[in-house]
């Protein structure tokens, strides 16, 4: 590679050499490259400022934005909660339990029983262990021995129709 | 205005105290503008022009210029010193360069720039046009559009070796550690593109 057969073609190159842009840009130069970087700085701390001050809300479904699998994770576990939730209420782990020793777990309430089908030891004792506001309405025995009167039986006759 | 320093090929690399460069990069890195813009001052009728001399158009340079000296400051945290701060901020603006030049491929625009009053007095050119142009001022611009043509007809990787060497004056090593490449290449590169530019400029180049 003989540079010299080039010689002619390098003079002929140095002419850009003299190729000059506007009269005084190089003075504006840096100030500009200067301007834009700091307006980036600015705009960067304008993004973060947005950023913390919009509320935890808005930045939770950011985050679903920037990170689909998130979303994605995120509704699967509401939709497992959920099922799990339908699954629980059709399914009761413990039936109503008897209010009273010896009854029947079905009946409920004391409104619903008749005073033969009350157990007869707790009606004698008169005493209502429960803490259900509901037992405190219903008979209890007389603390001196006299039998409580309303459990006295009626005798009803249907009038003639 | 004159780009004396692309005009003085001898004298590209800064020798002029190293250490204060690295103070002023350190500084820079800490988020001190005043420095970074006496880097910028100092490299930037470098890296214009040679921006310029790629592109052939001002505003694309002055454009990609100015997004190379963000660039370097955004990216001057990772500036370790493996290379001088020179030659790592000309790798950014020619890769820069160059990528714009790929995605530009088929809107060749020229904006030249204007031909300093140097220029009438270099003996060479004057020669080189004198016979072709009664007219001076027409023959040289008639000459650079030409020469801008013929350079925008190369390829990117041999125009930019041609405009490294024998526009700007980089030695081989040099334009190796800017692109990346051993010295090998960069022979066969300019030698390629010197025997290319020959052929599409013959009538302007006649045995002195």
């Known amino acids: ?161 | 205005m004159i780009m004396a320093e692309s005009a003085e090929p001898a004298d590209l690399e800064p020798a002029a105290a190293p250490v204060a460069e690295m103070d002023l990069v350190r500084r820079a890195q800490r988020g001190d503008l005043e420095a970074y813009d006496e880097l910028i001052q100092r490299y930037q009728q470098r890296i214009y022009a040679t921006v310029y001399h790629m592109t052939s158009n001002h505003e694309d340079a002055n454009d990609l210029a100015q997004d190379s000296f963000i660039k370097a400051f955004q990216a001057l945290k990772s500036f370790k010193g493996g290379s001088s701060f020179y030659t790592w901020l000309y790798r950014i603006a020619v890769n820069k360069t160059i990528n714009f030049l790929k995605q530009r491929k088929n809107r060749i625009h020229m904006s030249l720039n204007d031909l300093d009053f140097n220029t009438e007095n270099n003996p060479d050119l004057v020669a080189l046009i004198s016979e072709k142009t009664p007219r001076r001022d027409a023959g040289l611009k008639e000459l650079q559009e030409k020469l801008n043509a013929a350079l925008l007809k190369l390829s990117e990787p041999h125009r930019l070796v041609v405009v490294l060497h024998d526009v700007q004056g980089h030695s081989h090593e040099e334009i190796a550690e800017i692109m990346d490449c051993n010295i090998g290449t960069v022979r066969s590169r300019l030698f390629y593109a010197r025997q290319q530019l020959q052929s599409l400029l013959t009538d302007y180049l006649k045995p002195t």
């Open chain 1, 1 to 161: 590679m003989n540079e010299d057969n080039f010689d002619t073609l390098r003079r002929l190159l140095e002419l850009k050499r003299h190729e000059v842009p506007p009269p005084g840009y190089f003075n504006r130069f840096s100030s500009q490259v200067l301007v834009r970087i700091r307006a980036g700085e600015a705009g960067e701390a304008r993004a973060a400022e947005r950023v913390l001050a919009t509320s935890w809300w808005s930045n939770f479904f950011q985050l679903f934005e920037l990170k689909p699998a998130f979303a994605g994770a995120f509704a699967s576990a509401l939709c497992l909660l959920l099922v799990f939730g339908i699954v629980y209420a059709d399914r009761p782990e413990s039936g109503p339990q008897p209010f009273l020793p010896g009854t029947d777990p079905t009946v409920t309430s004391f409104a619903a029983m008749t005073p033969a089908a009350m157990p007869s030891a707790t009606y004698d004792a008169g005493v209502m262990a429960s803490n259900n506001p509901a037992a405190s309405l219903q008979p209890v025995a007389s603390l001196f021995g006299s039998e409580n009167p309303l459990a006295q039986p009626v005798s009803f006759s249907p009038s003639g129709n």
